[in-house]
């Protein structure tokens, strides 16, 4: 049988399902009825609440699309990832949100660079990009802005379940079947089916359908693992930089200090393997220790306190699927791929795919055999263009070399305005900065070779520093007391 030959809901207006499912919400989750069919039916079910699924679940429902989004947890819920970037402010316009997450936030205007290894600090703001439209973000909590989005979908007439875990997801000529274990507010377990016409898997870390399909690679060249916890009491910069996020290197990586509008302060070390291996006590008085291998961010929280007395860590971070596409689905953000959050991308590659995806998902469901096919071939492109652009400085992100040209920007060739454009998310519109940025690229090769001793011991020493050891299970986050 194929879906489009099933009589329910199916291409029926957005406001009428949304209308009858208004009169069946009565058990307290948003949704849920108390009598269900033993099999519901959709046009699209999207995997995850976050940025990615939840913009991608709005766009569609918009459309007049049956939409289902599936949330594993319950919102709000915690998450890394505070840090937003100018070219986000473009994509929550588009869902009518900005004023929501501008209430949440604070304005973030630039970066500061602090380097052990030099006595000034370097700042640079995003004001100083190629395009001088996108001068500022915001620092967000990601469990606010989260439920923000997780909200407006529901409110674009998406059906929105929380606490519910997909099982499996089985394919065939028609649809999909997805099977998943719904916990309600009293621990309640039950199981619920859906036959969808395509599947948007936005499951971040757990990257549900890459695993289903074998496709998830760790990336060799960026093996890295994170402790991160959340203070009060932190120093914060004054007046306009403020809400600037700080990144700060030490020994064995860098660090993250991004303040928060409600007084609190996000501070994560990202770090090789190595260094994690040679913990020999636990991990707050750890993640203290090394706290202390950064002076200036050390001197910012001495008289700090470490919120519920908390660290978290994650290993094995960076990874990406052989392909993000096939006839009945889409793999969007972290689902995909995840990068090193140095340069606070992850939300905005998470929803800029989800634009990206809802068009690949319309073609598929109101186009052609063939123009389905050419959409899935552009968005694999597309998608492959975020991490690789900024993938390049990740991975030298540790070298002196780089390390040496952020601490003293310049502006010869106007790469200083390019680097701010990659900086700001400025990569996918027409801001013609690509030939600035190979001069920057330029410019590193150039130094690099001058100093051959330097640049080769650096190679070297990551060489050994992104080797897995197996210290950390790269998809479990720990939280240690």
Same mark, same amino acid.
């Given at each position: ?11 029926? =207006? ?73 070219? /986000? ?9 900005? *004023? ?8 973030? !205007? ?20 190629? /395009? ?19 909200? /407006? ?13 997909? #099982?499996?997801?089985? !394919? ?6 997805? %099977?998943?274990? @719904? ?14 016409? !395509? ?19 760790? /990336? ?7 402790? !991160? ?7 914060? +910069? ?92 889409? +793999? ?11 340069? =606070? =991308?992850?939300?905005? @590659? ?15 469901? *109101? ?23 900024? $993938? ?10 780089? #390390? ?8 010869? @060739? ?6 701010? $454009?990659? +900086? &700001? ?37 990551? #060489?050994? &520093? ?11 986050? %720990?939280?240690?007391?």
């Amino acid at each position: 049988m194929n879906l489009q030959d099933l009589p329910q809901d199916i291409g029926r =207006s957005a406001a009428d399902r949304r209308d009858e499912r208004a009169d069946e919400r009565s058990d307290g989750l948003t949704g849920v009825s108390v009598e269900e069919p033993a099999q519901e039916l959709c046009d699209v079910l999207v995997i995850g609440g976050g940025p990615a699924g939840a913009t991608a679940a709005a766009l569609l429902a918009q459309q007049g699309r049956s939409v289902v989004l599936l949330e594993k947890a319950h919102h709000p819920r915690f998450h890394i990832g505070e840090s937003l970037l100018p070219a /986000n402010v473009e994509l929550f316009d588009k869902l009518g949100v900005r *004023d929501q997450v501008e209430r949440i936030g604070l304005q973030k !205007f630039g970066i500061e660079f602090v380097s052990p290894e030099h006595e000034h600090r370097a700042y640079v703001e995003f004001a100083d990009a190629w /395009n001088k439209s996108m001068p500022y973000s915001w620092q967000v909590r990601r469990s606010d802005l989260d439920e923000i989005l997780f909200r /407006n979908a529901a409110a674009r007439g998406a059906r929105t379940l929380e606490g519910c875990r997909v #099982r499996d997801v089985d !394919f065939d000529a028609d649809g999909a079947t997805v %099977q998943a274990d @719904l916990t309600d507010a009293q621990g309640r377990k039950t199981q619920r089916t859906w036959r969808t016409q !395509f599947v948007v898997d936005a499951s971040g870390r757990d990257t549900v359908l890459a695993r289903k399909f074998g496709i998830k690679d760790n /990336n060799p060249e960026h093996n890295s693992s994170a402790l !991160f916890g959340h203070f009060t009491g932190a120093e914060r +910069l004054e007046g306009r930089r403020e809400g600037n996020i700080s990144i700060c290197w030490f020994p064995h990586g860098w660090f993250w200090f991004i303040p928060l509008a409600d007084g609190t302060t996000s501070v994560g070390a990202v770090c090789w393997p190595y260094y994690l291996k040679s913990r020999d006590k636990p991990l707050k008085e750890f993640f203290h220790d090394t706290i202390a291998m950064a002076p200036e961010l050390a001197r910012r929280l001495r008289h700090a306190t470490l919120v519920d007395d908390t660290v978290h860590a994650t290993g094995n971070f960076s990874y990406d699927a052989r392909h993000c596409t096939g006839e009945r689905y889409l +793999l969007l953000g972290d689902a995909f791929a995840f990068i090193d959050p140095m340069f =606070s =991308s992850g939300v905005y @590659l998470a929803m800029h795919s989800a634009f990206d995806g809802a068009e690949v998902v319309a073609t598929h469901l *109101d186009g052609s055999a063939v123009q389905a096919a050419r959409a899935r071939k552009r968005f694999e492109k597309t998608m492959r263009k975020g991490p690789r652009e900024y $993938s390049w400085f990740i991975y030298r992100v540790t070298n002196p070399t780089i #390390r040496e040209m952020f601490m003293y920007p310049a502006n010869p @060739l106007r790469v200083k305005e390019a680097l701010m $454009s990659l +900086l &700001a998310g400025d990569i996918y519109g027409k801001t013609p900065y690509a030939l600035s940025l190979k001069a920057f690229k330029g410019i590193y090769y150039m130094i690099s070779l001058a100093n051959l001793r330097r640049t080769f011991n650096g190679w070297k020493r990551k #060489r050994v &520093a992104v080797r897995n050891l197996g210290l950390l299970n790269g998809e479990t986050i %720990q939280q240690v007391k």
